[in-house]
């Protein structure tokens, strides 16, 4: 079998012909596979849904009980038979739930890995390489400019920021699924045992990473109950980014600006967005760690989807591996 | 060069100049000399390293990794110290682990390498640093740091830092060199102000306001002279006890690339003026000729040949040993005549004053200048002394009236740097063809003059309407039934033989978005062919 008869672009999105289904579809369709939870890969509105029960759970969180028809869980490792096409998900450690998805038939195996990355993430289960002849990578990071240092060097920098500034709020924008989660284990696991304030957006995520047993320590909601400035004075506020260039953010006493994410590597974009202590924590591979992805999973083709294809395509191509871009639409480019 | 690097980390993204001056200003006061004063040098564009070019830094950087891929990766970045520091390879640990340069070691190994060497000292410099230091030291090596602090912002910190009048420092500056260690003992109290022993110092200039709604009403015609606004650079040209200086109206020393202009610096005084392309007598060229000439350390015979420069001039601030700054514009004005009377005539003239009866009479002046090189008029209080700065009431600048045309969106490329998550850099064009078989024709680009506001929203319809996608551009639905028109304001009109439209323009910038237009209704090319005759 070609592999493009396995798996091809459609409007909708990755679509199989013999299994008759989407991957991540960006619109609603009769039978979707979804890789994870975050919203421009989990929409709502498909007759039916397969994905990781974690997944699923997220989806629920988001967009109600009955965000799809039906819907089945898939076991990782575990393989289902989708009209003759063999279905296995992998996890991918991008988030609590997040999945790479391998289908094969005829022995013809592609994984479509969804968004993913390699270090290490206690709030996750790890990505694991699957051999296939085709893998489909993401390329939110795809430029060797993109370097992520160690986390914990990162969250050294608010804690010191911290104590360096008792008088003023620490706001860390971070997405609300995974990102937040996981600055706030990073935290934690650094020895910060004080309550972090998170805003209202986060808190049914955070709920459900503890109901799943990731311990996030004291959370309380970041509101003013006394109408005091000064009650957030030297504490860590967590919510999403877009929330602090609004007016929520003004109940905070002269906060030093924080984004976790891979984003922060470059000087402009954290001055495009007015950061001022750019924290470089991103929940998707980096540059090498994209490239020696490829190669472990020993795929002959590789296509490359959103984000920055051409210079992945182009390091295929150095590297004797036949490689195209997906052109996929409708995947943020800023999702981290 | 830990401290210098992360002063540059934070300087770019300090948005408020206070928190600048917070930062340079605590760097001066907590690190010692000679540290601080080449930092500051640095700041201040005065740091002379044998300049690493950006040409040969590209040529190090590929020959360590594939030049398509760092092709890809400078586009991103959009800065190429930036995206050369991020991609160069990492060093061994044990190069990083117990030594770490001071500003002085680098900037010492820097300077003492000869020409043919500085490749090979740089390249060693960057194979022991972290990122963060990388970016520092290929900074200094290319020159112009470019991280949103001007020369005029490091003396305003130093101002802070030792209480005193920034345009003191300005005054002082020219003669001092790096370290620096006499200024910075002086601004912390521990010696005199420095002598001023050099010769041809600049003296601060002073700038102008654009006319507001309603500022004329409130003032008096006959409060004022007028004279024409030329459009070159604004230029200093000091000479004392031998030396001579042509400076730019912000300090920097150009005289080097301007040795046709300086030879003809016969005189003891301050000159303002403008500098532009030419003779005074037939021919003033305009700004693209001008262009030929700056930004240009040093300058062939043949250049200057062929665009000879000249000053046109605006002010005397000093006339020999007399300093006549606080003298009335008028007083100025007579000794000025006087002054350039006895100049060679190829290289000054005199600006001449443009006399009008009342603002009604000047309006018309300024939308129907005499001479192609003038873009407006200026205004100056007849009594005003010449005041460092920019003085609200003074003076005034009033300037013509742009060019518009309505054109519509036809491509759009993605952004550098800041921008580069936006669609910000728009490529227009004017319907041309006959009735019934109308094309659109590109005849500029333009990526300025909207809001950030109104540049999220053509981002949005840039990518909603996109039709095609080559690299980093999007060619966008635009025909007779759908499409975005733009005003666009533009300076000036040049023929072109480069351009499809067989024009180009000057200065063009997006003026408003015409959301309600339809684009059959934008303008032809015809139209703008009738401004090149």
Redesign the interface.
Known sequence: MRARDLLHTRPEGLYCPPGDFYIDPVRPVASALITHGHSDHARSGHRSVLATRETLEIMALRYGADFAGTTQAARLGETIDVNGVAVTFHPAGHVLGSAQICVEKDGMRIVASGDYKRRADSTCAPFVPIRCNVFITEATFG?????HPPDSGEIARVLKSAEQFPERAHMIGAYALGKAQRVIKLLREAGYERTIFIHGALAKLCDYYESQGIALGDLQPATVDSGAKTDFAGAIVVGPPSAFADRWARRFPDPVSSFASGWM????????R???L?LIISDHSDWDELTETITETGAGEVWVTHG?E??LV??CE?NGIAASPL?LVGYE??GD | MNRFAELLDRLVLTPSRNGKLTMMTDYFRTVEDPDRGLALAALTGDLSIAAVKPAMLRMLITERMDPVLFGYSYDYVGDLAETVSLVWPEPDAHLTANSQPTLADVVGALQSASRSDGPKVLVRLLDRADISARYAIIKLVTGGLRIGVSARLAKQALANLGAVDVTEIEELWHGLTPPYTELFAWLEGKTERPEKTAKALFRPVMLSNPVGDGDLEKLDPADYAAEWKWDGIRVQAVCEGGVRRLYSRTGDDISPAFPDLVEAMVFDGALDGELLVGDPVHETGTFSDLQQRLNRKTVTPKMQQSHPVFVRCYDLLQDGTEDLRALPFIERRVRLEAFVAKLDPTRFDLSPLAPFADWAALEDMRRNPPHPVIEGVMLKRRDSPYLAGRPKGPWFKWKRDPFTVDAVLMYAQRGHGKRSSFYSDYTFGVWSGPEGGEELVPVGKAYFGFTDEELRQIDKYVRDNTIERFGPVRSVRADRKQGLVLEVAFEGLNRSTRHKSGVAMRFPRISRLRWDKPTAEADRIETLQALLD
């Open positions: 430029l060797p400019v993109f370097k590597r470059i000087r402009q974009r954290a001055k495009q007015g950061v001022e750019p920055r051409e210079a182009r390091w150095l052109h480019d800023e």
